[in-house]
């Protein structure tokens, strides 16, 4: 192996003692053998500690770092301190690679030699099934300087691009989708901010589009994404709205001054985070089975949420780009309408559930 290897791998792990196994042998099995794998556990209670250093011990290319409980943000950027490859991957601890990632990733490095970052496609894997996500269209997707403002208006707003430009990206809002050039993230000193708990990975990745200047995405299907039923985005969580502010607090510092300058895509793409954001509220806290607030209660809290500057900065757009069901809803939450925005809530909300059945 070089001194430097090609790729570190990142992945932060914790009680995953059921999932960690395949995950790394999918890195181990890849013909393409110049990478490092780095392994954080963050405080795992199960025998995740153990699985790692049975690992380290069979292979010198594999790091363990074990470390208490922070949060995927703390372990990722831990990773990141020690990381020395040329490229960047990150890897969740219950998802894997394709056989021959590694060696397709190194030729369409080589074929784009000049680009910061690579972004590839993947499968959603279920307990029951299997399959591919959208195709990205075309098929290579090669955008530099200005043009870089597409792919973050899609971090912000999937499919925003192909209202606009016919070009279908879907979204990119994942750190693990994407080989990052190592350099780019040291010199400009990017990490994952720690305090925010959803959007983490899609705020990391709207700072390093922001310090790119050449981003190629490649329809290249190289990494299995597990699917959860009860993952901790479908759960009842009382705390979701502080976790929305904080996440939509992070997207507004960035784009910011686009938004003061009137530009329309950051608007409407700032539109569709925050109904995101709304809609998130009503589905995890309360409109969910275990919120015993009244629907007076319910109705003060949205007044209130809707009244805060970033809800109102984000509403204040052409709503008519908005996909049906959030259009109707923001029209409603803008205007006070509060008994029809549940409403839509609510519908909207039976119909996700129906769909992930």
């Given at each position: 192996m070089n001194q430097q290897p090609f790729f570190s791998i990142i992945v932060p792990c914790y009680n995953v003692e059921k999932y960690l196994s395949y995950a790394i042998d999918s890195v181990l099995n890849q013909p393409f053998s110049d990478w490092e794998l780095i392994l954080i556990n963050d405080g795992s209670t199960d025998d995740t500690k153990n699985i790692i250093e049975s690992y380290t011990h069979k292979d010198a290319r594999i790091k363990a770092i074990h470390k208490f409980n922070e949060g995927v943000s703390i372990a990722r950027n831990t990773g990141l301190d020690i990381a020395?490859?040329?490229w960047i991957l990150f890897l969740d601890s219950d998802d894997w690679f394709e056989k021959n990632a590694f060696t397709n990733l190194e030729i369409l490095i080589e074929q784009y030699h000049d680009a910061d970052i690579i972004g590839f496609n993947h499968f959603y894997n279920s307990e029951k099934r299997e399959w591919k996500r959208k195709s990205i269209i075309p098929n290579r997707i090669i955008r530099t300087g200005n043009e870089i403002k597409y792919f973050k208006l899609d971090t912000?707003?999937?499919y925003y691009d192909k209202r606009i430009n016919g070009v279908s990206?879907?979204?990119i809002r994942g750190a693990w989708g994407k080989v990052f050039k190592r350099e780019l993230i040291k010199d400009?000193?990017?990490q994952f901010e720690t305090n925010i708990k959803i959007g983490e990975d899609a705020i990391f990745c709207l700072d390093t589009f922001n310090a790119a200047k050449k981003i190629v995405l490649c329809n290249e299907y190289l990494i299995h994404y597990r699917v959860f039923q009860e993952s901790t985005m479908n759960k009842y969580n009382a705390t979701i709205?502080?976790?929305?502010?904080q996440s939509l607090n992070g997207y507004y510092r960035r784009i910011k001054n686009f938004l003061i300058l009137g530009d329309k895509d950051y608007k409407i793409c700032f539109c569709g985070m925050a109904a995101e954001c709304l809609f998130r509220s009503f589905r995890l806290y309360l409109l969910h089975p275990n919120c015993t607030l009244s629907f007076s209660e319910k109705k003060s809290i949205i007044r209130k949420m809707l009244q805060t500057e970033l809800y109102q900065i984000a509403f204040d757009c052409d709503l008519s780009y908005l996909p049906k069901g959030k259009r109707e809803m923001v029209y409603c939450a803008?205007?006070?309408m509060l008994n029809m925005l549940f409403a839509f809530?609510?519908?909207s909300c039976v119909i996700v559930d129906f769909l992930r059945k």
């Open positions: 020395i490859g040329k912000l707003f999937p990206v879907g979204a400009n000193h990017i709205l502080h976790i929305n502010e803008k205007h006070e809530a609510y519908v």
